[in-house]
C-alpha cells in the first residue's frame, strides 16, 4: 500500500489533534511524520517575540515592543532576535521607564493608614543623613553601623544598600548636628 500525500496530510492532522486533546506541551522533541522534528522554544527570546505566519506561508518572528517582523530561518536560530532586542529603541525606552513601587510610610504615630504608593529610587546619601539622625536622638555608638545585625536589616530592606565605616558615620552625625544647631539658632533670633 502506497501512502498519498492527503494520507500524509490526515495523519499529521490525527497526530496533532491527538496531541492537542491530551495536552502534550512539555515533549522536548517530536518526530513528524515526514521527518522533521519540531523542537520546544526554549529560547528566553520568545518572551518577547510572538511567531506570526504570513499568508505567503512563512514563518516571522514579531517584536512585541516595536512590531518589527524578523524571519525565522529553517534553523530556527534566534541570533538575530536577540540581536534586535539589544537594539530595539522601544524595548529599551520600556526598560527605563521601569521603576520600582514603594509604600512610603508616614513617621506620625497616629497614622492609621499604611502609606501611599510611590515610585522608589534609592538614595545612598538620604539613607546615611536617616541613619545620623537615629544615632542622635537614640544616642547609639557610630560603631552601630558595624554591626552585623544593623547591617542585615537595612540590607534585607534594600538590596542596594551599601555598608560604611564608623568614621563615616561620625563625619555624618557631626554634619547632621551643626546644620540642626544653625536651624535652632535661626528659630532663636526670630
Sequence with gaps: MRMTHNDVN???EEVEKWTNENQVDDIEEVDDVIGINKRKKRSKVWDEFKEVILPTGKKKGECVHC?????IGVTRATTQFKRHLDRCAARIRAIKKQKILHIENSFSQSSQDGGM????K??????????AHY???NEKSFSIVEEFGFNLILKSMSPFFVKYSRATTRNDV?????REKKIEECFKGH
Aim: proline content about 0%.
Design 10 to 12: 490526515e495523519i499529521d
Design 67 to 71: 512590531k518589527k517582523q524578523l524571519l
Design 117 to 120: 504608593l510611590t515610585t522608589f
Design 122 to 131: 534609592y538614595n545612598h546619601q538620604k539613607v546615611r543623613e536617616i541613619i
Design 135 to 137: 544615632i542622635l536622638i
Design 174 to 178: 557631626i554634619q547632621v548636628y551643626e
